[in-house]
């Protein structure tokens, strides 16, 4: 049989089921990684199984979220998550030494690996020819565990590229053509797989950049073959052991195709308010800029801030513009320092931020009431950067550092001024590994320190005969995890369930937690109903444990996204999907809703059957789809994959 890619990776690592698409899988986890926004829950999961070490190959817990460290509950976080890591056998990144997803491909990364983050942009691994999957903390701790991590086997999508890109088209423009063509949604269960002779003239970074916002388009995944650019990569970082060549067999067969031709491409943005929202920077061109930002886990590598300074090179910021940079990691940060890339961008009037996600999560450089931001990061969702009335776009760096010259949104292939900057050649990255911890080998006796903000991870309840309550709220389409948990200043509390649970959906109805917590009190639950694409964005757990402590017991939307689904089956919440827009339409908050036998038709739709959920208000009843595999409809009887598992693992 003929393989493609996706197929050779995940064949190599089936642990249960087939490799059809649409079925449910199991596979083995090689590598995890864990952020700090995220890993305090993670381990304290991971404790809570009762193992004495990690048992995947590797496991590096990296913190580049919290990092503005206001008050004390960061640094505690970050105290704690060193001690769990040497206690447990986990790699420990300290902060400053860079973005997980940028650091993890440079030292790191492996060809052929499977990789499992809690961070929904851990495809950026599939730049080395990596199944690398954004998923949550949960699965994440039990994947470090050695349990296989479940998914359902993806259709592959075949991306060829063709020709070569033109100077100052990049590949920021090919993502964001993928995405005109994809969009946000409908891309659930799928893989994008990259292959043609264009593929040879990109970069791993430049693969990266296309592979990290593979995830807006809500794909398991993205990859890339191991080729030569792969192996002069690894070893310009003394890494060359870690290449093994990986590639499609002649006549594969894929699921669908896309071809695009690098040479036609032009410079695109993503507009207000979604990565999908694409249009060509010609027909934005002249619009007023107020702050431009470059950095995040999609656009910090050497080559793309090397190219910034280059255009920088003895001229102005605009007086108008703020203009700040993030380099990816402290490797890039050193480089600017040798090469002059720092001065560059120093003189020219930039604001030279931490190597940590910062800007991209809203955890600081928020814009002004109503500014237009530029920023080569990968999500502009409303909200989302700290300023409600914010417009921000999404441009490639030299797209950034144009605009932060002109003031305005600046078109490079209209202009003459700045010529185009070669990528550098780079034969050796300066190694240094200095703010990498490794753990001991035994770790038995080292004391884990846990400050006043760790707290305990909420107990899931078995599900009840019967699922009585009411709607709490109603939202529309494409809600995202920023929405239903926000990040920014109220990252600090995710360490504590019960004060982070106030803020649930406190951009949209902040009376949300009052509502669910006084219908838990009364042993009522409290349902969700949402539109298109509920749950999309972030990886974050904290979205559906947040709400499960509150006692959300199921989310009704017209269809829910990828991870998101997975995590409110992780934590005993039904993942239900309304039948069509009428009956959406026709809840309304405030309803009382009943599922009857809820265990019992739980495990009915394993066979197709829907989900009979009756609203007590009107007498009607709406018969819901539950898209789960075995192994949900078991979490979810029993309260959730923790209350699953747990008996199971090896002591």
Excluded at 143 to 169: D, Q, S, T, W, Y
Excluded at 284 to 301: F, H, P
Excluded at 382 to 407: F, H, K, N, W
Excluded at 467 to 495: C, F, N, Q, W
Aim: contains cysteine; glycine residues 10%; negative net charge.
């Amino acid at each position: 049989m003929k393989l493609n890619i996706t197929q050779k990776v995940l064949s190599s690592h089936l642990v249960e089921g087939q490799l059809e698409p649409g079925r449910g899988i199991s596979i083995r986890i090689d590598q995890t990684l864990t952020q700090d926004a995220t890993g305090t829950m993670a381990y304290l999961q991971f404790e809570s199984i009762g193992l004495d070490r990690v048992r995947n190959e590797l496991a590096v817990s990296y913190v580049d979220h919290n990092t503005i460290q206001v008050g004390y509950e960061n640094a505690d976080d970050h105290r704690y998550l060193q001690s769990v890591a040497a206690a447990k056998g986990v790699v420990f990144s300290k902060a400053g030494n860079g973005i997980c997803h940028q650091v993890h491909l440079e030292r790191f990364g492996e060809c052929g690996k499977t990789l499992l983050g809690s961070d929904s942009h851990t495809p950026t691994g599939g730049a080395l020819g990596m199944a690398a999957i954004g998923a949550g903390g949960l699965d994440v701790a039990l994947a470090m565990a050695g349990v296989p991590f479940p998914l359902v086997c993806p259709r592959v999508v075949r991306i060829e590229l063709k020709g070569a890109l033109r100077p100052f088209v990049t590949a920021k423009d090919v993502i964001l053509r993928v995405l005109e063509r994809f969009g946000v949604k409908g891309n659930v269960n799928t893989v994008f797989e990259y292959a043609g002779e264009g593929v040879g003239t990109l970069t791993v970074p430049e693969r990266a950049t296309i592979c990290n916002m593979g995830a807006e388009c809500g794909v398991t995944f993205s990859i890339f073959p191991a080729d030569d650019v792969t192996r002069s990569f690894l070893a310009a970082q003394g890494r060359s052991e870690r290449f093994h060549p990986l590639e499609a067999d002649e006549g594969a067969e894929y699921d669908d195709h896309f071809t695009i031709d690098l040479s036609s491409l032009v410079p695109m943005a993503a507009c207000p308010h979604s990565p999908g929202n694409v249009k060509p920077v010609s027909q934005l061109a002249g619009l007023k800029v107020d702050q431009v930002l470059v950095g995040s886990c999609t656009n910090s590598s050497y080559a793309d801030i090397y190219k910034v300074g280059r255009l920088l090179e003895g001229r102005k910021v605009a007086p108008s513009v703020s203009f700040g940079v993030a380099p990816g990691s402290r490797q890039v940060l050193l480089m600017m320092g040798q090469d002059g890339t720092l001065e560059r961008l120093v003189r020219a009037g930039a604001r030279i931020l931490e190597t940590a996600c910062g800007f991209c999560i809203g955890n600081h450089q928020s814009p002004g009431s109503n500014a237009v931001s530029l920023r080569t990061n990968n999500r502009n969702f409303e909200g989302r950067s700290g300023t409600a009335s914010a417009q921000v776009y999404l441009v490639s760096p030299e797209v950034a550092a144009l605009s932060a010259l002109t003031g305005v949104i600046t078109d490079p292939l209209a202009q003459d001024e700045v010529k185009a900057v070669e990528p550098p050649k780079v034969d050796h990255f300066p190694v240094d590994d200095g703010m990498l911890i490794f753990p001991p080998e035994d770790g038995s006796d080292v004391e884990i320190l846990r400050g006043p903000n760790i707290g305990q991870g909420p107990q899931c309840e078995p599900m009840a005969k019967s699922v009585r309550g009411e709607v709490a709220i109603k939202v529309g389409d494409k809600i995202t995890t920023d929405h239903i948990m926000p990040a920014g200043a109220r990252l600090k509390y995710r360490s504590n369930i019960p004060v982070y649970s106030n803020y649930v959906f406190e951009n949209v109805d902040s009376d949300f937690p009052r509502r669910a917590s006084a219908l838990r009190d009364e042993g009522r639950a409290a349902f969700i109903v949402a539109g298109q694409s509920y749950g999309q964005g972030s990886s974050r757990e904290h979205a559906a444990i947040c709400p499960m402590y509150l006692g959300v017991k199921a989310v009704m939307a017209l269809s829910i996204e990828r991870i998101h689904q997975a995590n409110l089956c992780n934590f005993g919440i039904l993942p239900l999907v309304i039948a069509s827009q009428e009956d959406y339409e026709e809840l309304q908050m405030g309803q009382d809703l009943e599922i009857d036998d809820a265990p019992g038709q739980v495990m009915a739709a394993l066979e197709g059957k829907s989900v009979a959920v009756r609203c007590l208000t009107t007498g009607k009843v709406y018969e819901m789809k539950l898209e789960i595999t075995p192994l949900q409809a078991e979490m979810l009887v029993a309260g959730g994959r923790l209350n699953q598992v747990r008996s199971h693992i090896d002591e």
